[in-house]
Nanobody, 115 residues
Framework: QVQLVESGGGVVHPGGSLTLSCAASGTVFNLNSMGWYRQASGKQRELVAAFTRDGSTAYVDSLKGRFTISRDNAKNTVYLQMSSLKFEDTATYYC?????????WGKGTLVTVSS
């Protein structure tokens, strides 16, 4: 079992920045991937960025350059740095981990971009 806890969401003005954190606990070795998804109201959940098993990163093309994923292996924590935020970035952001073909999800953290 893998437990994921997100933090760092909140309200931010357009053009602002925010950093999300996801702390993993439990059986955190041999993860196939770990990263972030988001789901806006009325839309499907979509990949934002993730680390793959070999340590490489995957980003949705539309967010490259504004969002950066990073990690602290000693803390089993993955971060999502978001900059130049837009109204359309408003969503609940979920941390995801995949291990042995099982998907694990955090409860999500809400990011609201509002003037």
């Amino acid at each position: 079992q893998v437990q994921l806890v997100e933090s760092g969401g909140g309200v931010v003005h357009p053009g602002g920045s925010l950093t999300l954190s996801c702390a993993a606990s439990g059986t955190v070795f041999n993860l196939n991937s770990m990263g972030w998804y988001r789901q806006a109201s009325g839309k499907q959940r979509e990949l934002v960025a993730a680390f793959t098993r070999d340590g490489s990163t995957a980003y949705v093309d539309s967010l490259k350059g504004r969002f950066t994923i990073s990690r602290d292996n000693a803390k089993n924590t993955v971060y999502l740095q978001m900059s130049s935020l837009k109204f359309e970035d408003t969503a609940t952001y979920y941390c995801n981990a995949v291990r042995l073909c099982m998907d694990y999800w955090g409860k999500g953290t809400l990011v609201t971009v509002s003037s």
